[in-house]
């Protein structure tokens, strides 16, 4: 969240920013109700030292055996007082913490001004998108065809939108997931394999709830909720923790399942396995010095291309303008991936820096070793990759005309075989 200090004392540059984010928010509540936070306390700061000087003039009279009942009358009165303005600051205190959770974060200067992603900015392109001389087969086609995605078990079993893998496609899914694992942990990032559930605490931290509660799926009669990408579990590792600064950055990749309710999305992707409400993602998070952080967000975003150019698929890296960034991030790159279904470029990562938004809500700090002062870490994270849409990616790009799928050749140790 952002900080109220900040926000008090930059308001209308606070306004300005967040009028080119997607929807309305309300700063001037926040904006009051600590106004109305600061006006309490200053009130019962004064009125304990009413009562702080009354009890020493109760205690003179005590020991000068002097009567002091309608002084203690008082003193109780002043404590009744107290009492009741702590418990409507304590009110005020969780009126403006919701508040503030309510509100984005603002982008960085160098984020593209803009409504949607129509307004997102191409960075730059990797590979040429394959010139098929046959009509190119769909991803859910070839997955039914060849039995290796299972759409109608899945809804079976589950419901729709959650996919059986069989066979080779069951395979194919792992092998990406290892290969994705690999890569990044030789590339220096630590290995995690995190809880695939969540108590309300850590998804407070990374900013899921409250914002985002109907997307998520919780469980019902406990206060946990499954997550929607190891991107939570990862960040509340250190959640509540202060950082030696010399250890920074943080560098995780992470697997998991992810799980999402999807709401609102009706009608969007509904065929294949591009959007589910269950999929495997690889995920990469970084605890960053505030100093170093977008140095570390263009690294972030290379790591997660590098799986892509190793599997040659045609990408592209767009900058995503203020109005399509997500609600915690400063900043943005999405990797879109070419699907010869759509006949366009898919995202398939999204990589973010959060600056301290994370941090603040999550309370993560590190000392500052030249002032000795705790300071709030910057969180990024990206998905290195999604690992059903990069299944979907290859079935796609590499099908071949005799119904064969060619395997890439950084996937062919995992998989075993060149095609199948």
């Not at 009279?61 to 002097?66: D, L, N, R």
């Not at 946990?224 to 920074?248: C, F, G, H, Q, W």
């Not at 970084?286 to 892509?308: F, G, M, Q, R, V």
Request: proline residues 4%.
């Amino acid at each position: 969240m952002l900080d109220i200090k900040f926000l008090v004392e930059n308001l209308e540059q606070c306004k300005n920013a967040l009028a080119h984010r997607n929807g309305k928010f309300d700063v001037d509540l926040a904006v009051d109700l600590y106004n109305q936070r600061r006006n309490l306390v200053s009130k019962v700061e004064d009125l304990k030292a009413m009562r702080n000087l009354a009890n020493q003039g109760i205690a003179q009279k005590k020991k000068a055996g002097e009567n002091a009942d309608s002084e203690m009358a008082e003193n109780k009165k002043l404590g009744d007082d107290i009492k009741a303005l702590d418990a409507e600051l304590e009110t005020i205190a969780v009126s403006l913490q919701n508040a503030l959770y309510s509100i984005p974060n603002i982008t960085h200067h160098t984020v593209p001004l803009g409504k949607d992603e129509n307004d997102n900015v191409c960075v730059r392109s990797y590979g040429t998108p394959r010139a098929f001389d046959y009509e190119p087969k769909p991803h859910w086609d070839i997955g039914e065809e060849k039995n290796i995605l299972d759409f109608a078990t899945g809804a079976k079993i589950a419901g729709t939108r959650f996919t059986l893998y069989r066979g080779m496609g069951a395979r194919l899914e792992r092998a990406i997931m290892n290969f994705m694992m690999d890569t990044h942990s030789d590339r220096g990032y630590t290995e995690i394999l995190p809880p695939y559930v969540a108590n309300k605490e850590s998804m407070i931290g990374t900013g899921q709830l409250p914002k985002f509660e109907e997307d998520m799926f919780a469980l019902s009669g406990t206060p946990y909720y499954l997550i929607p990408t190891a991107e939570v579990p990862v960040t509340n590792m250190a959640r509540n923790d202060v950082l030696e600064e010399k250890s920074l950055p943080h560098c995780y990749c992470a697997f998991s399942a992810c799980f999402r309710a999807e709401a609102g999305s009706a009608g969007r992707d509904t065929r294949g396995i591009i959007r589910q409400h269950q999929f495997n993602k690889v995920e990469l998070v970084k605890y960053a010095h505030p100093n170093n952080s977008y140095a570390e967000l263009e690294a972030l975003t290379n790591d997660a291309e590098e799986i892509l150019k190793r599997l040659e698929l045609p990408y592209r890296v767009m900058a995503l303008c203020s109005g399509d960034c997500g609600f915690s991030a400063a900043k943005t790159y999405d990797l879109e991936v070419w699907m010869p279904s759509y006949n366009k470029y898919v995202e398939i990562s999204s990589c973010s820096n959060f600056e301290d938004f994370q941090a603040r809500r999550a309370n993560i700090k590190f000392r500052n070793g030249e002032t000795k002062k705790l300071e709030l870490i910057h969180t990024l994270n990206g998905s290195g990759l999604a690992v059903g849409r990069t299944v979907a990616a290859i079935l796609e790009n590499y099908q071949n005309n005799d119904g064969t799928i060619t395997v890439p050749t950084a996937l062919v140790p995992y998989m075993r075989c060149e095609k199948f």
